[in-house]
Nanobody, 123 residues
Framework: QLQLVESGGGLVQPGGSLRLSCAAS????????IGWFRQAPGKEREGLSC????????NYADSVKGRFTISRDNAKKMVYLQMNSLKPDDTAVYYC????????????????WGQGTQVTVSS
């Protein structure tokens, strides 16, 4: 069974950057597509980005396209989300999730989830 642990969240000023990490254990990361999601207080969970198992294809939601970059290192069992030009609206708990089938922005299609890491964008 795959376990995921996010890290790298914190407080950042508008316009700043953060790099989130998702560490995998318990199974072979290369078997899974990985998605990044976020959930702000009072809002539904939002799919942000996804990377297929080989890393060759990535997708981004319009809300983060051009600002966020997803990447992975299967040998290190790590997935990353580089977040630039952060805005207050990016404030949320960020989650990584694993899916054995394909990239998707639908949270119900993911089998394994991390515990989340808080990102707060504020001056």
């Amino acid at each position: 069974q795959l376990q995921l642990v996010e890290s790298g969240g914190g407080l950042v000023q508008p316009g700043g950057s953060l790099r989130l990490s998702c560490a995998a254990s318990g199974s072979t990361l290369a078997y899974y597509a990985i998605g990044w999601f976020r959930q702000a207080p009072g809002k539904e969970r939002e799919g942000l980005s996804c990377i297929i198992s080989s890393g060759g294809i990535t997708n981004y939601a319009d809300s983060v396209k051009g600002r966020f970059t997803i990447s992975r290192d299967n040998a290190k069992k790590m997935v990353y989300l580089q977040m630039n030009s952060l805005k207050p609206d990016d404030t949320a708990v960020y989650y990584c999730a694993a899916n054995r089938l394909m990239c998707s922005y639908y949270d119900y299609e993911y089998d394994y989830w991390g515990q989340g890491t808080q990102v707060t964008v504020s001056s």
